[in-house]
């Protein structure tokens, strides 16, 4: 028999319309899965197409669905590892008799209308129970209190690791900007005044952003999280030394992209290893920590860097960071343990291999997925989605166009505030505080209202939730970002006080944070199932513009003026208004109906 999912034993049947619902039934025969010669629970609905079966075969939207519900047994560790084990079941058995000697069950009709929308939909509200552990060669944690399981570690113990995570996680993206504010001490002293290269040093460290997670994400599904942090915590430490002492601008160029590839790590995995500790009712607060360093690091980045650069000279942006890395780094060898379940039952499983001299035991959570398809998927799914889900596409691209803005806007202030206003080079970096309060305010009004505004419109819709009722609370900072960008550019163009310039962007960080967390929520609920595709395929997307959208700044404000310049980028900005709207109306029907018939 092919290896893969076996349905091998009669269950309760209900015809409804044209559809077969095959599920347990009190004092009736248990319908019983196994994958793998392992026993899966058998109180899960599973929906059949009344179609002749035979071996191997199930219409793959429904395998797909059913595949879905059923891993999620073996992937509570996070989405990315969920799509592995999805993609390693093959082949579906069902055995003729299935069918044949089904007999008929009362459904109540509501949940038989549940049942139907839930697995339409790949809805992730049923729950399973632990693996059962029958097979004497499934190695499982001991029992639900184990406090080998990170779910059960104490409330110091978590909270220290969810401290360097966030730390980390922090250090690195105010790494990518600590230096924007003394680009032009780097060019006098390398006797150089090719504007493009000048922006390419600042955004060139996304790039490394950009192709990071590739291969990360999949190293770490496979070795777990904890040597992936190491390795790369010691990478980014010595690629930001290298910086400090780079001898050219080819060197500190190639030096900014090896360290945004190191420094991509903690981004890659961090909200992976908060989840894989602290439960989902409590996750909020911690997940909230971890969120501020990609949101406030770059904002905070700047307005460090222009005093340092004043006071010791733009190689001590480097050293700052390198320094405050390798303490972090540190402290991360002795305190931070691994949290990634995979991993953790592996080694268990590789000494109890040791101890009993057993070569069959196997960790509960091993999928048998290769190396090969583990990488293969982290590259090829997330292009995928961008290629040919439109909502992925169009939402993606602007959440990159508004995070490009960010950063040609940080490549722009210190030479309109240093050459225009007059300010020193260290107060340069001031100009940056109303990217911070904007994005504070954002991360304040999205984090409060987003739920509500959601949970209201699903109140209205007879309590039914909706990925798309996350988008309408998006529409308002569609109008944001293009006001901020006509706020700051003409405001600039014509001399206004230095503060005008400073609240537009102010409002621009305001609508970036808010255009981000709605988006991001959004493709999370609306592709639950390949959720940490649609996220990748947005990282990298935003990540590829943010580094080459600066390019462009400062030769478009010479030519255009800072008025026009920024008109341009607002103009763009307020084309994509729509949007939300658009989605929000036929996000549905879109989602529903694979225009390219594409399997992810």
């Known amino acids: ?41 058998n109180h899960s609905e599973l929906l059949l197409d009344p179609q002749p079966y035979t071996s191997n075969f199930l219409p793959h939207a429904v395998r797909r669905n059913f595949d879905y519900r059923v891993t999620r047994t073996y992937s509570q560790v996070s989405n990315y590892s969920l799509e592995h084990i999805q993609d390693s079941m093959k082949h579906v058995e069902v055995d003729d008799q299935l069918v044949s000697a089904a007999t008929p069950a009362p459904i109540p009709e509501e949940d ?36 080998a399981n990170p779910q059960n570690w104490s409330t110091k113990k978590k909270t220290i690791n969810v401290i360097l995570v966030s730390s980390v996680t922090f250090v690195t993206p105010l790494a990518s900007s600590i230096f924007a504010p003394s680009i032009d001490q780097v060019m006098r002293e390398f006797h150089s005044t090719n504007e493009q290269l000048a922006s390419f040093i600042v955004s060139v460290y996304l790039l490394g952003y950009c192709f990071g997670p590739l291969v990360i994400a999949p190293l770490s599904e496979m070795y777990g999280r904890l040597p992936l942090y190491h390795i790369c915590n010691v990478l980014f430490v010595a690629f930001t ?8 601008l080819g060197g500190l160029i190639a030096f900014r992209l090896l360290a945004g590839l190191a420094g991509s790590c903690p981004l890659t995995i961090g909200a ?157 970096g001031l100009s940056y505080i109303g990217l911070g309060v904007g994005s504070l305010t954002g991360l304040v009004i999205s984090g409060a209202s987003i739920d509500r505004f959601a949970q209201y419109l699903t109140s209205k819709n007879g309590g039914e939730p909706k990925p798309e009722y996350r988008l309408p609370f998006m529409g308002g900072a569609c109008f944001i970002v293009p006001a901020g960008l006509f706020m700051f550019g003409w405001s600039a163009e014509n001399k206004d006080h230095w503060i005008v310039p400073i609240i537009g962007t102010s409002f621009l960080g305001c609508g970036m944070i808010i255009v981000f967390m709605c988006i991001s929520v959004y493709l999370v609920d609306a592709y639950v199932q390949y959720a940490a595709s649609a996220i990748a395929a947005s990282t ?24 026009w310049g920024t008109s341009l980028l607002g103009f763009i900005a307020a084309a994509a208004i729509p949007l939300p709207f658009v989605f929000y109306k036929y996000g549905e029907r879109i989602r529903r109906k694979n225009l390219f018939d594409v399997k992810f």
């Open 272 to 428: 992976g290893s908060l989840a894989d500790m602290i439960s989902k009712e409590k996750r909020g607060a911690a997940m909230s920590s971890w969120a501020l360093g990609p949101l406030f690091g770059p904002v905070i980045g700047p307005i460090a860097g222009g005093y340092l650069s004043a006071a010791k000279g733009w190689r001590w942006s480097f050293w700052v960071v390198a320094i405050v890395a390798g303490a972090i780094t540190i402290v991360a060898f002795i305190f931070m343990r691994e949290t990634y379940a995979y991993a953790l039952l592996e080694k268990k499983t590789k000494k109890l291999r040791k101890e009993t001299g057993n070569t069959k035991l196997r960790s509960i959570l091993d999928n048998g997925t290769t190396t090969e398809e583990v990488f293969r998927l982290a590259i090829t799914r997330p292009t995928k989605m961008l290629l040919f889900a439109p909502i992925v596409s169009l939402l993606s691209f602007y959440m990159a166009l508004v995070y490009g803005y960010l950063y040609l806007l940080f490549t722009a202030m210190p030479s309109l505030f240093e050459g225009e206003y007059h300010f020193s080079s260290g107060s340069v």
């Open 540 to 563: 990298v997307l935003r990540s590829l513009v943010g580094a080459l959208l600066p390019l462009a700044g400062r030769s478009m404000y010479k030519s255009l003026g800072y008025g």
């Open 1 to 41: 028999m092919t290896p893969g999912l076996q349905i091998g034993r009669p269950a309760s049947m209900l015809r409804h319309g044209h559809k077969l619902f095959a599920v347990e039934a009190p004092g009736q025969m248990a319908f019983v899965c196994t994958y793998n010669n392992r026993p899966l629970p």
């Open 112 to 147: 038989l209308k549940k049942s139907e929308r839930d697995l339409e939909e790949g809805s992730t509200s049923v729950e399973f129970d632990d693996p059962p552990s029958d097979d004497p060669d499934a190695v499982n944690w001991d029992g639900p209190d184990d406090p």
């Open 241 to 248: 030394v290298a910086c400090a002492k780079a001898p050219n």
